[in-house]
């Protein structure tokens, strides 16, 4: 069936990079996404890659996708205090338009 | 950028009462889905509309029905409301079902507790 596994807690300092990882078990999925959700609020698209690309790029954001072993990563360079919350992957199913999420990684940035 | 717009972002209600959450989709949006989190989880998919007729249909309760109308928003209705139903319940929208994106943009949800 359909599951997405991230791990729950991550604790940086500020100005170092942040890895967020998450493994996905449909082989059919198109897309995947990085969701931020900060305390008490909505979700917020960081962004998405397409199933067939190996990476994408955008300003502190990289995500890498290694589709043999199903695994999806998001690297935030040079991370800030503001970037601490709470980071969902997701992906598309192919036969429906669902987004199946993962549990949600916890960002704890400290100063 | 227009977003999609929740109504209301908190609703407060006793057990068995009914509550109706509406969400009004981004701008040429013609599909909506709606999605449930509960405390400290994460948002599980209830139901699908494209055009007007439902998708799909996740874990959505017996009690819960939603609809999509003609101007493209979608109501949301809960009877018989149980003390675990109180979550934030989200709304996103896409554009065109079958394209290749399908790229959903999340409302800010609505707090619903029940007491």
């Known amino acids: 069936g359909e599951d997405v596994e991230q791990s729950l807690f991550l604790s940086v300092r500020e100005g170092d990079s942040s890895v967020i990882n998450c493994t996905y078990t449909?082989?059919?999925?198109?897309?995947l996404y990085w969701y931020k959700q900060e305390p008490g609020a909505g979700l917020q698209l960081l962004t998405y890659?397409?199933?067939?690309?190996d990476m994408k790029q955008d300003q502190r954001l990289t995500v890498l996708l290694n589709k043999k072993d199903k695994h999806l990563s998001l690297r935030i360079a040079d991370t800030q205090t503001g970037d601490s919350a709470i980071y969902f992957c997701a992906e598309l199913t192919s036969n429906t338009g669902k987004l199946i999420f993962g549990q949600g990684t916890t960002l704890q940035v400290k100063p | 950028a227009a977003g999609v717009i929740q109504s209301p972002r908190h609703l407060i209600k006793e057990k068995r009462e009914t509550a109706t959450l509406k969400c009004y989709p981004i701008p040429r949006h013609d599909t909506v889905y709606w999605y449930q989190q509960g405390p400290g989880q994460d948002p599980q998919f209830l139901i699908s509309f494209y055009e007007k007729m439902q998708s799909d249909k996740g874990s959505i309760p017996d009690r819960f029905s939603a609809q999509q109308f003609s101007d493209y928003h979608s109501e949301l209705n809960m009877s018989s409301l149980e003390l675990g139903d109180s979550a934030l319940y989200f709304c996103?929208?896409?554009?065109?079902?079958?394209?290749?994106?399908?790229?959903?943009?999340f409302g800010p949800g609505t707090r619903l507790t029940v007491l």
């Open positions: 449909d082989s059919s999925s198109t897309y």
């Open positions: 890659i397409f199933s067939n690309m």
């Open positions: 996103a929208s896409s554009f065109h079902r079958t394209a290749s994106t399908d790229t959903q943009y």
